[in-house]
């Protein structure tokens, strides 16, 4: 079974992965890669979308709002918007999740800065993370709750293992893994199968239910966007997750 997907590196707009190529349900992602100058129009009709730049500088402009975004930044747009991407005057890169929604709502700025100093610190020892909010469940969304995960060098992040399967799907996309390092991305699924996954920057690994805990190689460490996405009533955007019975 495919859990890992590769973006390419290649200039525009790619659909990495989504209901039609995978086990997810809800949740697609696109990457956006912008040349210096160029610009993509992104469109709208049924879903929203949330934006993560990761390297570079965007301008995002809508018909009524204009944004700035720099690496860690997070914007989200509702449905029925037009957007439109402008790079900066380097190469950049920005993440995108999008899902069908149930309402109309605003755009919603997350200033990385800000947000990280907002921080939540989870986990003890050898699998302390950082997560930064960007999207949060008490933002006014449909189905996506957005952040950043940054763990220790050489440690687990998602510890104790966890799972959310019968309310919300989750995609993690690496970046910012150093090139002589990597990490390992277990997935422990609801029917029993077990995977691990190599990853490096770029690489998205799907979550469609089970645990999902994951560990970095000496010197690196795990950082990855996270997207959930709320499989069915609009309550489950706001479901708990439920640790592994083992390791309590």
Same mark, same amino acid.
């Given at each position: ?19 039609? /190529? +995978?086990?997810?349900?809800? =949740?697609?992602?696109?990457? &956006?890669?912008?040349?210096? *100058?160029?610009?993509?129009? @992104? #469109? ?19 018909? /009524? +709002?204009?944004?700035?975004? =720099?690496?860690?930044?997070? &914007?989200?747009?509702?449905? *029925?918007?037009?957007?439109? @991407? #402008? ?35 989870? *986990? ?125």
């Amino acid at each position: 079974m495919e859990l890992k997907f590769t973006a390419p590196s290649t200039p525009g707009l790619h659909r990495v992965v989504g209901p039609e /190529n +995978s086990r997810l349900e809800v =949740l697609e992602l696109f990457v &956006l890669n912008l040349s210096p *100058g160029e610009a993509q129009i @992104i #469109e709208l009709e049924g879903s929203e979308a949330s934006l993560v730049c990761i390297e570079g500088k965007q301008r995002a402009q809508s018909a /009524n +709002s204009d944004y700035i975004l =720099l690496p860690g930044d997070g &914007l989200y747009v509702p449905r *029925g918007q037009t957007v439109r @991407i #402008e790079g900066g005057t380097e190469p950049s890169r920005l993440v995108m999740a999008a899902a069908e929604a149930w309402s109309d709502t605003e755009f919603i700025y997350a200033d990385y800065g800000a947000a990280y100093r907002e921080k939540e610190i989870h *986990g003890r020892y050898n699998y302390t993370r950082e997560i930064t909010n960007l999207l949060t469940r008490s933002d006014r969304a449909s189905r996506i709750v957005t952040g950043i995960t940054s763990g220790q060098d050489g440690a687990w992040t998602s510890w104790p293992p966890h799972h959310h399967s019968d309310t919300l799907e989750e995609i993690y996309f690496y970046f910012d893994i150093p090139a002589n390092g990597f990490g390992i991305h277990v997935g422990m699924l609801m029917d029993g199968t077990e995977q691990a996954e190599i990853v490096r920057s770029g690489d998205a690994v799907i979550i469609p239910n089970g645990y999902h805990p994951t560990v970095a190689s000496p010197g690196a460490r795990m950082k990855y966007v996270f997207f959930l996405g709320a499989k069915g009533r609009e309550e489950d955007r706001r479901a708990s997750s439920e640790d592994h019975p083992f390791y309590r």
